[in-house]
């Protein structure tokens, strides 16, 4: 019996509720995903034992420039000073080695390998199942370690041989757990024999060498102010250093379930994914089942209105509420079942279509999907339940006596019609509005001008054979006579690159209190300028060379580093003699050019003063600027032949999108979210477009008897219905720029027309609204009016 009710609904509203059904499925499963990835990653890194009381210490250099930089990872000393802590436990540690890697003939430079102590798995556990204690010259490895560098068919018991350390032998090959993110994937037991220099590092807090994971006694936190008083007790005062060692160095602890996310940490040992990634996920899933649930409570009330005299001669013959409501809430359950039904079709295409999905899926427990889909199932449930039961007691339980017979003519339907119009311009104007901030704004910082040439700049780490001056020249003959020449500049930086340097200078004429200004610091050829595409503001006669003085350095400084130093000639600060005190030995500095700032990573307001020392030496980075785009591919070979790393010869521009990767990512899933939406309000303003044209039906047939226009119908349709969509403008501006306005406090540098763009595309969705109405209006009028007179 219920059932044919229900395929009576078809009948009268087949597209409804082919709509309905479809939309709310679609809910459905963004509900389903937005839940799954929050268990997903609420449960991260909640394997280790004691998790809730691991903490790993960061630390944080604070330069006397006034820029800082981040690291992972702490200074040996601080190892044994925490150990002897009351408030910790147990203190573990892992040392980052970048070990050459023999295997099967082959070579591979620069190889992730983690030296860690013997108490290691104890705090920390990312892999599957017991993990065997490590005796010298043993190494556990991962299928992944393993795929990319050995392909063993089965790599337990062979040897491999790590650089100048010694032959290993492959003691287990074990897997991550699903909720691990380290990513360790190579380990082997510390010796101080590994660590060059090691008696004097385990000495040395400035610098960092060691990640550090501690875990607290029972409801014990670690303090910031704790761990920089340690720094003060224990750290010594460098000579001569205008700062005290607690000003320099500070320490913090991050809960072990935090370090996945990505906090900009340019040694992180982790998997790591931005925050605001995540959490523009979450949004989309609560924006998109908000829709689509405000879309099947109008579409649910349309049906309903289509069989309104049906409910009414049930009652006028003596059906009971219990009756009605017992017929509504088992069509309920039918449509259930339904979107059910399409909500598996529609996860199945995701399972097919979607690899981050098909990963979400693998790495999830059963248990958690099971208990995700049954609680998204009972919200949607309840949804639909809701949806019924508003129409009943709205519409259907009340006698309306002064009401009209036709449901569509009553001040209810009007209201409950115009609410839930409202509701749903809210939520999609508030998408428009943060959609168009959060495009202008990283469209805004990805096509920034960075200072420097990115177009046809080849970009890589030198291995250990290029380092060589005698292979370094050959592979420059081979560019030349195979790629057509291209100047390769040596330098300590790359785009993007968070290791930066700085360095006290200061010239005689200065007071004396300005000679402890610091300016970021980088080591280059006499390429740099010619292949970075700077350009020269002052002296552009001097020739580009190494000073052949040892007590004399030449340099190239930026228009920020003559502002902080105090100069507005060009002539004078070419003329000037610098001084600084450089790995250890004091020098003078001549500046042989001035040239345009260009930003060392992110845009900020402000440009870093920057230090540029020409020197021959051999230094971490090759840039090589190439004539023509396919030239690249033969410099990527001949780097290769030269034992570069493939995955790290990059272009400069690959380095920009690599970086702005979590900003692509965001763009996608915002422009998705922005499409669902506006096609869901257009449906919904179509739908209650048509609804409120068979409202004033009549109004309209005498407005067109006493020679009234299409212009008058439109005019007055809009006037009845502009109300809920003022009021939807006024609130969803205010709610979208403070959204906006929290987004956009992640960066140094907004783009101001971020605020204005989104307030203009929120307008531009109100007005577009309006005219979808009106012409949802005029398509049904001739149905609706002459169709009548006939």
């Not at 209650?688 to 009234?708: V, W, Y």
Request: charged fraction near 15%; proline fraction near 3%.
């Amino acid at each position: 019996m219920f059932m044919s009710e229900f395929l009576n609904d078809v009948k009268l509203s087949p597209m409804t509720t082919l709509l309905a059904l479809t939309i709310t499925a679609l809910g459905m499963v963004s509900s389903f995903l937005v839940f799954l990835l929050y268990l997903t990653d609420s449960g991260i890194e909640k394997h280790h034992v004691n998790y809730e009381q691991t903490y790993r210490i960061e630390t944080q250099f604070n330069l006397p420039s006034g820029d800082s930089v981040k690291s992972a990872q702490v200074p040996l000393p601080l190892l044994s000073v925490l150990q002897n802590e009351n408030d910790i436990k147990e203190t573990s540690f892992a040392l980052r080695l970048f070990m050459n890697l023999h295997a099967k003939g082959q070579t591979h430079t620069q190889v992730d390998i983690f030296a860690v102590s013997p108490n290691f798995f104890d705090v920390i556990t990312p892999y599957k199942g017991k993990i065997p204690n490590l005796t010298q010259n043993e190494i556990i490895i991962t299928p992944e370690f393993n795929d990319q560098y050995l392909q063993l068919d089965n790599p337990k018991g062979h040897i491999i041989t790590l650089g100048e350390k010694g032959q290993y032998v492959i003691k287990e090959v074990v897997e991550f757990v699903n909720t691990n993110r380290l990513n360790v994937q190579a380990v082997i037991a510390f010796s101080p024999d590994l660590i060059e220099d090691y008696h004097d590092k385990r000495h040395d807090w400035y610098d960092m060498h060691a990640y550090a994971y501690v875990t607290m006694k029972p409801s014990v936190k670690p303090s910031n102010d704790r761990l920089n008083t340690l720094v003060t007790q224990y750290a010594p005062q460098l000579p001569g250093a205008p700062f005290s060692p607690e000003e320099f160095i500070q320490l913090s602890a991050r809960p072990i379930t935090d370090i996945h996310y990505d906090h900009e940490l340019p040694d992180e040992m982790s998997k790591v994914i931005s925050k605001s990634y995540i959490y523009t996920l979450y949004a989309a899933g609560v924006f998109i089942s908000l829709v689509t649930i405000m879309n099947f409570f109008n579409l649910n009330n349309v049906i309903n209105s289509h069989k309104k005299s049906s409910f009414q001669i049930k009652k006028s013959i003596g059906a009971s509420h219990i009756q009605l409501l017992v017929e509504s809430l088992t069509i309920a359950t039918v449509q259930l079942i339904l979107v059910f039904g399409l909500a598996i079709i529609l996860l199945a295409a995701l399972m097919y279509f979607s690899v981050g999905f098909r990963e979400l899926i693998l790495i999830t427990e059963i248990s958690q999907i099971y208990s995700s889909f049954i609680t998204v199932l009972a919200f949607i449930y309840l949804a639909v339940l809701l949806s019924h039961l508003t129409y009943l007691n709205t519409v259907v339980f009340p006698n309306h006596t002064s009401h009209s017979n036709t449901y569509n003519e009553q001040s209810l339907s009007r209201n409950l019609h115009q609410s839930l119009l409202c509701v749903q311009i809210i939520v999609a104007g508030v998408i428009i509005f943060l959609w168009a901030g959060i495009m202008t704004q990283n469209d805004f910082m990805q096509h920034h001008n960075f200072g420097y040439e990115k177009t046809n700049v080849i970009t890589f780490p030198l291995s250990e054979q290029l380092k060589q001056p005698a292979s370094l020249n050959n592979m420059q003959g081979e560019i030349k006579n195979n790629a057509g020449g291209g100047t390769l500049s040596l330098s300590s930086w790359q785009p993007f690159d968070h290791s930066k340097h700085s360095i006290s200078i200061f010239h005689h004429n200065q007071q004396e209190k300005d000679k402890l200004i610091s300016v970021n610091i980088i080591q280059a050829n006499k390429n740099f300028i010619e292949t970075w595409g700077l350009r020269t503001i002052a002296g552009r006669e001097n020739l580009i060379v190494a000073s052949d003085d040892d007590d004399v350095d030449h340099a190239i400084v930026t228009k920020s580093f003559m502002a902080t130093m105090g100069f507005s000639s060009y002539d004078k600060i070419l003329n000037t003699d610098f001084y600084i005190n450089h790995h250890g030995i004091d020098k003078k500095v001549r500046i042989l050019r001035v040239i345009n700032d260009f930003y060392l990573s992110e845009p900020n307001e402000d440009f870093a003063p920057l230090l540029i020392l020409i020197e021959n030496e051999v230094q971490k980075y090759g840039a090589l600027k190439v004539n023509q785009i396919t030239d690249m591919t033969i410099v990527k070979n001949l780097l290769e032949r030269h034992h570069v790393a493939p995955e790290k010869i990059k272009t400069v521009e690959n380095l920009h999108e690599e970086h702005f990767s979590n900003s692509q990512l965001i763009n996608k899933t915002v422009n998705t979210v922005t499409f669902i939406a506006i096609l869901l309000i257009t449906i919904s303003t179509i739908i209650i477009g048509i609804s409120e044209t068979r409202r004033i039906k009549k109004t309209l047939m005498i407005m067109d008897a006493i020679g009234g226009s299409i212009y008058t119908h439109v005019l007055y349709f809009i006037q009845q219905n502009i109300l809920p969509i003022a009021i939807a403008t006024v609130i969803a501006i205010p709610i979208g720029f403070l959204l906006l306005d929290l987004w956009l406090n992640q960066y140094d540098m907004i783009n101001s027309l971020s605020y204005i763009y989104a307030t203009a595309a929120l307008l531009i969705l109100v007005i577009s609204l309006i005219f979808v109405m009106s012409i949802s209006l005029i398509i049904n009028q001739h149905s609706v009016i002459i169709g009548n007179k006939k």
